[in-house]
């Protein structure tokens, strides 16, 4: 399959497999949607609107290239059966990079959105751009090596470490370019914001001042040799989990080492005019609150984080609450999800604690639909990096914005 680069290094980047039509990208979608059982021609051409010869057009294409294959037959109400199609997962990858303040969590994804292999190693934000970049290019260059270079699966944890090799040696696989595997579409990097999303630059993170005005994108698409896209944690999460099934709109909250928020409106991922939005952790709650690294007071990232570490998790969930009762207030959405690693290791008293806060919020309303649903996001630790890899594998298929 021909899916060598197109784009610049310096840029977002793309590849041939990424550069799709409409029409392909809306067949691509719903291969991938049917699974293992695949769809027919006829049903891929009721659903998308396309003509019969144009969706066997597509299909052979995609066929030829290696992205679908026929996968059996199917019983017709009157004729010979029909022949269905499939996804073939493993005709690309993407990279996807959480980039947190205190650790690196690297997945590699198949186009289905399958993890294939995983990489995660304790890393401090703060030790520098040489430092943390080098990181970055040395666990992704290892996950495609291991996920995509003929070895198995090898899975590294901050907690430990368990890998198995098949074939090879390091010294042979040291220093190729990601660009010589060419099922990679490239590498999408999530880390804390507030960042420019559209050119892959770095804002003054909270706590990381020296990362003001940081090309990330650049320096890594530099050193990995294929497209980089670069955004906030929380947006990739929850573009994963648009393209996941999550409909309407939604919030999705992260609390880990910082509080942010990824929105979701109307099915697309709000990013904001200069791609600011999400920024829910400063909204302050409390005038001449305690200080927050970013500069004001009583903002709701130090509160709740302050209260985590007096070991007041109510406490917590109750000032997540009031901060998502903002935000249920202002855009009126339909669902909250909670994630990120505070709240997946005691899930229960943050989604009790918001859910009685929007609760009384509804009743003092008078909501007659009632309170805005909480809700575990699926995911666990790895959701910001699957979400990642999902800014180059949704375009594939028409849904960068989820």
């Known amino acids: 399959m021909g899916v060598g680069r197109q784009a610049g290094a310096g840029g977002p980047g793309a590849n041939q497999l990424a550069v799709r039509s409409h029409n392909t990208a809306l067949v691509l979608d719903l291969l991938r949607t049917a699974g293992r059982d695949g769809i027919s021609r006829l049903e891929l051409a009721e659903r998308t609107g396309l003509t019969p010869q144009a969706v066997s057009k597509i299909t052979a294409r995609l066929r030829a290239e290696g992205l679908a294959v026929e ?38 994804a198949d186009l289905d959105g399958g993890v294939v292999g995983e990489r995660c190693v304790p890393l401090d934000l703060g030790a520098g751009a040489e430092a943390v970049v080098g990181a970055v290019v040395r666990e992704a260059e290892e996950v495609v090596r291991r996920g995509i270079g003929g070895r198995e699966w090898a899975v590294r944890t901050c907690a430990g470490e368990r890998e198995r090799a098949v074939g090879g040696t390091e010294e042979e696989a040291a220093g190729a370019a990601l660009s010589a595997y060419g099922t990679l579409l490239g590498v999408g990097v999530a880390l804390p914001g507030p960042l420019d999303h559209t050119h892959g630059v770095l804002h003054r993170v909270t706590g990381f001042p020296e990362w003001d005005g940081f090309p990330l994108r650049d320096a890594l698409a530099r050193r990995l040799g294929v497209p980089v896209v670069v955004d906030k944690d929380t947006n990739a999460a929850a573009l994963g989990l648009a393209v996941g099934g999550e409909r309407g709109s939604f919030a999705y909250l992260h609390l880990g080492t910082g509080l942010g928020a990824g929105l979701v409106i109307g099915g697309s991922v709000h990013r904001g005019a200069r791609t600011g939005a999400g920024e829910f952790g400063h909204q302050v709650i409390q005038l001449d609150g305690p200080p927050c690294p970013c500069g004001n007071r009583g903002c709701v990232e130090a509160l709740c984080l302050a209260a985590i570490d007096r070991g007041d998790v109510a406490e917590a969930a109750r000032v997540l609450g009031a901060g998502a009762a903002n935000l249920v207030g202002l855009l009126d959405i339909d669902l909250v999800l909670l994630g990120g690693r505070t709240i997946t290791s005691a899930p229960a008293p943050f989604v009790h604690g918001v859910t009685t806060v929007l609760t009384a919020r509804a009743r003092r309303e008078g909501t007659p639909e009632g309170p805005v649903p909480v809700r575990l996001a699926p995911g666990g630790p790895r959701s910001v990096a699957e979400g990642a890899a999902q800014l180059l594998l949704a375009p594939v298929f028409g849904r960068a914005e989820g």
């Open 71 to 108: 996968a059996g037959h199917r019983a017709s109400t009157g004729g010979k059966p029909r022949t269905v199609l499939r996804l073939v997962p493993e005709a690309g990858h993407a990279v996807g990079v959480h980039l947190d303040r205190d650790e690196l969590r690297v997945v590699l």
